[in-house]
């Protein structure tokens, strides 16, 4: 593809001699805006990634994981703050699988050991816990008790030929099927729209690159939130994932930045960069 050389037009430079300092506690809690009282579902999701854009990497057996070189606590202290923000989390088989591992990076959130961020939720009328929905290509897999514990409700996104056993089995400890599908993976209308129905406006999807795929392709993901760990790891082409894999997106989706800070004591040397990128929609 040929370009006509353009010379025109100004960018923008960002100097950060001039920008203010923020602490990092309470970042995303004092800017995220409570819900307008007609604002539909927000659906909104979290990567941290490196610079070449790996988000997980295989140490083996098939457990692909967040690697250490980019894993931090203060990008984690964010995360929890997202979380604190929804009503329903969205995870999948897959992590429930990686949880009884002893694979996965960490239980849901919000973790006990933020008791300001559920304090926080208690103040602004949640509950203490989000509620969780979980999404498979299969039911065999086990809900964590303490899920209930918590006072959480579980919903099901459950394929259609799903096995009666397993659905008896989770409805015992108290999961309900939010709703069925049919083929390999629930598009992402269906999810965000039954949620919608059982009246969920902030939900937050903790899932791989397979579940951002879903939403995008559907138009059902609304914003984005990327830490860029300021770091190049590599791997073998089929070790690592990136935020979205899968057929690709017919003409791309549009994405507008809405805020970038500098993290400079990530630790280590490497900084990192916490973004927003809000889903832009185009008047038809």
Known sequence: MAYTPINT??????????????????????????????????CYMSFITSLDGRISLDFGKGACRVPPHIANPRDWRLFQELAAHSDCLVTTSRYLRDLQAGTAQAPLPVDVAYQDLIYWRLDNGLNKQPDVA????????????EWFDQGRLVWLFAPSNTEADNLRRHHS???????????????????TSTLSRLGYRRVFFIGGPQLSHSLLA?????????????????????????????????????????????????????GQLFTRYDRIRHSV
């Open 173 to 191: 400890l108290g999961a309900q099927v939010a709703a069925y599908f049919t083929g390999n993976r629930a598009g992402g209308k269906t999810i």
């Open 218 to 270: 559907d138009d059902a993901l609304d914003t984005l939130f990327l830490t860029i760990r300021q770091r190049i790891i590599g791997g073998q082409q089929g070790s690592y994932e990136s935020i979205v894999e899968g057929p690709a997106l017919e003409l791309g989706l549009d994405f507008e930045l809405r805020w970038i800070f500098l993290d400079t004591a990530a630790g280590n040397e490497a």
């Open 9 to 42: 037009g100004d960018v923008i430079e960002l100097d950060q001699a001039k920008c203010t300092s923020h602490p990092l506690k309470d970042l995303y809690i004092d800017k995220i805006p409570p819900p307008a009282v007609d604002q539909q579902i927000w």
């Open 134 to 145: 979980v999404i498979g290509s299969s039911s065999d897999f086990t809900l964590p008790a």
